[in-house]
């Protein structure tokens, strides 16, 4: 073949995928992520379908943070024509009942405020001190900027409220403080563990439904959730019934992180799926959204009681208001990163020797594998090789504890560490592994562990 007709041939292949190329940026920016991208009519054409992916990734992030963010997958039909949830927070004299939920009461059961959806004449009004934040009409003020994270509030113009319904968000964000405590911007992925979810619940005027689901009383619902205290949640509760684990203690788990989960297998504490799994089990049967859900292992009458009467192993609803946004949730969260510890919250050197005893002695990185911190491939363990009791593990299919990935761990400090925060802080936590594996750990030696795990 001589020079000049390869020439143009690469040119007349170039015309084809730059056309190729305009066709996919021009399906893209319509298509929905669900909806396999084009790509146009003579076939494969590896440059304009690695755009594709490109535009693909953006678009599934965006349509994935505001899904986490701003998603109620119809849940207010149980938070709010079911519980009556709005009626509490807008109180008696915005046509609710009691004395409704002022921004100072929010904010002390741990709700947030986004500080970027603020109008900027609420800001000004904030500022001059103009709010009263004694008053539950200002809720309904920050509701009506969609400022409360993870709180949807359907209102009408009088400032009365139709519905509520709640997100991702309200459990798995939080904020930098940047405007003032609890107010601020968001931190999509960082557990709340100052939000008391059982506080807020019982809130509602009638929890008939959860009262019926477990077969108690009002009463006994309410003493269970009040029971849970901040930074916890009981996502096992509506399965099985629980509502006490081991010493009579609350059987509710602390928020976990919502980050730094690329490359991890199972997931929650005792590894019942995927995130994606996971994903689909929380809208449908915690959040009681409206879709789809499949999962035999919940029709163990058994192991889950509550489920199984439930019927929560296979759910349908139509029509099904999350099975089309799983995709972009899921990745979503694999985009987000676990955060940096901020500058001199840790000694560098110590966190330096205590890496060497990490990956040494202590024997840390057997299971806590570097640099995911938990093991790829099956990541899970029998209560008794961590040295603690099987209450929570056998709440779950799999009945074993999951490897928690430690990256971003400065941000659960609060609360407590192990799936119940049984160990209030990382000097107990060594002890704990100390005694359980024998390591005979010196004292300096643990220091540098503590500022090495600090550094993560
Ligand atoms: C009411 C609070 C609450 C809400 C709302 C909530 N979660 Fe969770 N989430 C939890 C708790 C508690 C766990 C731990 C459950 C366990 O281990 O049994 C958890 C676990 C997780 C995990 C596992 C993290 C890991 O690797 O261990 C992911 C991922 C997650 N949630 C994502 C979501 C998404 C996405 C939504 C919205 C569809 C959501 N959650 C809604 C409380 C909540
Ligand atoms: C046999 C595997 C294994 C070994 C060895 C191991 N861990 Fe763990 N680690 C786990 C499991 C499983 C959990 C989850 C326990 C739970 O949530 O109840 C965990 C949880 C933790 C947590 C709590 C994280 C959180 O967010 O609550 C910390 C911190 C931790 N490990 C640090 C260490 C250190 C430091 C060592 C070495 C001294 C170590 N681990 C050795 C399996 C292991």
Redesign the pocket.
Known sequence: MSRAVRILIVAGAIVVVMAAAAVVRQASTSAHAQQPVATSGSGPSSASFDSSITQNAQRLIEEGRRIFRFDTFGDEAFWGDQLRLQQAIVGQKLGGVGPGLSPKMALSVGLKVDAEALPADLVAQIKAGKVDMDDPASTVALLKANAVVGVTAFLNTDGTARSVGIQCALCHSTVDDSFAPGIGRRLDGWPNRDLNVGEIVALAPTLKPFADLLGVDDAGVRKVLKSWGPGRYDAELVQDGKATGPQGRSAATVLPAAFGLAGVNLHT?SGWGSVTYWNAYVANTQMHGKGTFFDPRLNDKGQFPVAAKAGYANVRNKPDLITSKLAALHFYQLAIPAPTPPAGSFDAQAAQRGQAV?EGQ???A???VPPLFTEPGWAM?KPE??G?DDFQAHRSPDKQ????P?RG?FT?QKGG???DGRFAT?DA??NH?DDH?K?KLTAEQKRD?IEY?KSL
Not at 401 to 404: G, H, I, K, L, S
């Open positions: 504490y990490f202590a024997k840390c057997s299971c806590h363990h090789e961590i603690i504890y999951r490897t928690t430690l761990l659960r560490f192990y799936h990382l936590v060594l592994y594996l390591l562990l795990l």
